[in-house]
Nanobody
């Protein structure tokens, strides 16, 4: 069965860091692009970062420099390192994969989604 399982959410103070993990089972991530998305209360789901099947990375402009996406194909895992977290980063974070392996932060193109992880940043 195809599954995408997330871990690594939690609560931090402003300026803190978290690393989210996303592990795929039932398929290999080698030829997929992986995106990270987030949805804050009352807001639309937005793209955070994407890493293509070739390893190229892309970020939402507002997050570039604080968040880092990476992948370890041998472990079938993708990571999102989040540094200098701020209260506005509070959201449910989702990882997702797209068979097309292309650069995209459009929600509609992603095929398999993780269950979501709550990230809360507060004083």
């Amino acid at each position: 069965q195809v599954q995408v399982v997330q871990s690594g959410g939690g609560s931090v103070h402003p300026g803190g860091s978290l690393r989210l993990s996303c592990v795929a089972s039932g398929f290999t991530l080698d030829y997929y692009a992986i995106g990270w998305f987030r949805q804050a209360p009352g807001k639309e789901r937005e793209g955070v970062a994407c890493i293509t099947s070739n390893g190229d990375t892309y970020y939402a402009d507002s997050l570039k420099g604080r968040f880092t996406i990476s992948r370890d194909n041998a472990k079938n895992t993708v990571y999102l390192q989040m540094d200098n977290l701020q209260p506005q980063d509070t959201a449910v974070y989702y990882c997702a994969t797209t068979y097309y392996g292309l650069r995209s932060l459009a929600t509609a193109v992603y095929d398999y989604w993780g269950q979501g992880a709550q990230v809360t940043v507060s004083s």
